[in-house]
């Protein structure tokens, strides 16, 4: 991983860690950080942040992108607006990843659609924040439980049946 971020940031890693004594110190402070990641999962989220960073990361970016890769999250912002253009019914869009429907369910769809941004985001974001956690310390979410129809299709009204169901209408309605 440091190799990785090395070749990518040369001048900020070499400004970052400019001796063989920072550099050590720093590598036991992110391996002690990104403990809970496999050697794969860092790897991986080294590639997603040289992708997505122009920067070197900070081990707290780094704890997102490490997760990202493991869960495929999206960042609490693109969550939000995938949430907010859902169709309904919310439960049959393919959401990217679980998390962002559980987010939307416990913020509640109609006080997103119907708040601005700058009052349904931290909401939103609260939750996701929440939901991410547990993601992380091995928890998992069911997926969304779609809406179905019916499984079998009605039968249609015989031409007789009709007419005595459209009789009943006009009696009841006095048409």
Request: aromatic share 10%; charged share 20%; proline share 7%.
């Amino acid at each position: 991983m440091f190799g990785l971020l090395k070749l990518s940031y040369h001048n900020q890693f070499n400004s970052a860690f400019q001796d063989v004594q920072t550099l050590n110190h720093a590598k036991r402070l992110w391996l002690e950080s990104l403990a809970g990641f496999s050697p794969e999962q860092m790897v991986a989220g080294a590639k997603r942040a040289i992708k997505q960073s122009e920067y070197l990361p900070t081990i707290h970016k780094m704890l997102q992108f490490c997760a990202e890769g493991e869960h495929g999250l999206p960042d609490p912002r693109a969550a939000y607006r995938e949430a907010c253009n859902a169709p309904s019914p919310k439960a049959n869009n393919k959401w990217s990843h679980p998390a962002v429907y559980h987010a939307g369910r416990a913020s509640d769809w109609f006080f997103l659609a119907n708040n601005p941004e700058s009052s349904a985001y931290p909401v939103f974001a609260s939750h996701y924040k929440k939901i991410c956690e547990k993601l992380m310390a091995g928890e998992s979410l069911p997926a969304p439980q779609q809406v179905q129809l019916e499984h079998q299709p009605a039968k249609p009204l015989s031409k007789a049946e009709n007419a005595k169901k459209l009789a009943e209408l006009r009696a009841q309605f006095k048409i």
